[in-house]
């Protein structure tokens, strides 16, 4: 299959470009702000978001291969990815971080990828640090009976030179209506190909909503890679990430709460919670002189577990976002059986890490 003979825009008919919906909150009005949220969740119902713009280009290039990525036991990339398998009948590999996983019953995520028809490769940490190594890739494949040849390798959050140029996209559809562009990061290549597609003069800002302090590296990167040196206006905010990824806290979710009453719109909390609330404190910090605009990119929808019950609305324990209330008598989780393998583990001193 080509990648001509792979359309998918007729195959999975998105909803592009995305809708531009203004909001009024005086939290940003009183500074002479103007928000807009730029509606990326409802590009595709299977696959919101960056998850559209950054995996269809890959899609392409994969040409009806089967498709092997990365991803945590909550990546919203994996479950794009095996979506996308179903819906367009490709093979699909999720190699996931923890090896520790593959005897426990699938979480709603993985198990809606392996329901999916996702293969579920699990490897220990240190294997999965070293994924890009071409020696460990190949363990990789080989654990997962595949050929390098035949099977397209879509790195963690689907960040290439491929996705880079597919979210500058976004960029061109926010021409003129913008003077800023607000994202949440987590590998870096939204922000990548944001900025570079936007008009001269926009700039673009981004929220990592991991900890460390490596994505202006990573994004740029990705932009020499793709444009061959840095390209656009962008900068870094890192200071709200709430403790790291799929980390929140009680202010994040009270905040996201009352956005969502105030402009009815669900609030994803691991991502678009957190650029929001980043983007309130640089209008009361007077970031953004009065007359600008400023265009928030909403990239996914809430998970149902990710509303915390009352009296609990922190995952600052762990990197899981909380569990659904207990439904009486609930069918038993799949477990890590046919589609769920372990990788051996990868002894640390026998291969380099990122």
């Given amino acids: 299959m080509s990648p ?26 009183r500074h002479g702000v103007r928000l807009l ?9 299977d696959l919101p978001g960056n998850k559209w713009r950054k ?6 290039a994969a040409a009806g291969r089967p498709v092997l990525t990365f991803g945590g036991a909550y990546s919203n990339h994996l479950r794009a990815t095996a979506a996308a398998g179903r819906l367009l009948g490709l093979a699909t590999i999720g190699v996931v971080r923890g090896d520790e996983l593959a005897s426990r019953p699938l ?4 198990a809606r990828c392996a329901a999916d028809g996702m293969r579920l490769v699990f490897v220990d940490r240190t294997t999965y640090r070293a994924k890009d190594d071409p020696g460990v890739l190949a363990r990789i494949l080989a654990t997962a009976e595949r050929e390098p040849g035949d099977t397209f390798v879509v790195p963690e959050g689907g960040s290439n030179t491929l996705a880079v140029r597919g979210c500058a996209g976004l960029g061109r559809e926010l021409r003129g209506h913008a003077d800023a562009v607000a ?13 570079a597609g936007l ?10 909503v991991l900890r ?9 990167r990705l932009q020499h890679e793709t444009f061959g040196g840095r390209t656009g206006d962008w900068t870094l905010d890192e200071r709200f990430h709430f403790g790291g990824y799929a980390r929140t806290t009680p202010e994040l979710h009270l905040f996201a709460d009352e956005f969502e009453e105030r402009h009815h719109l669900p609030v994803e909390r691991l991502y678009v919670a957190k650029m929001l609330y980043g983007l309130t404190v640089l209008a009361s910090e007077g970031t953004f002189a009065p007359g600008t605009t400023v265009a928030a990119v909403v990239t996914g929808r809430p998970a149902p577990s990710e ?16 569990a659904p209330t207990p439904t009486p008598a609930p069918a038993p989780a799949p477990r890590a059986e046919s589609r769920a393998e372990p990788l051996p583990r990868q002894d640390a001193s026998s291969s380099s890490s990122r």
């Fill in 4 to 29: 001509e003979a792979l359309d998918l825009t007729a195959a999975l008919r998105p909803r592009l470009p995305s809708p531009l919906q203004p909001v009024e909150d005086e939290r940003f009005s």
């Fill in 37 to 45: 949220l730029k509606r990326d969740d409802l590009i595709h119902a």
């Fill in 55 to 60: 995996l269809a280009p890959s899609l392409r």
């Fill in 107 to 110: 979480n709603p995520s993985l």
């Fill in 183 to 195: 994202v949440a990061c987590g590998t870096g290549g939204t922000l990548a190909g944001l900025a």
């Fill in 199 to 208: 008009a001269p003069g926009g700039r673009a800002i981004g929220f990592p």
């Fill in 212 to 220: 460390g302090g490596f994505l202006a590296d990573g994004t740029a």
């Fill in 307 to 322: 509303r915390a019950p009352d009296g609990a609305r922190s995952t600052a324990e762990g990197a899981r976002p909380p």
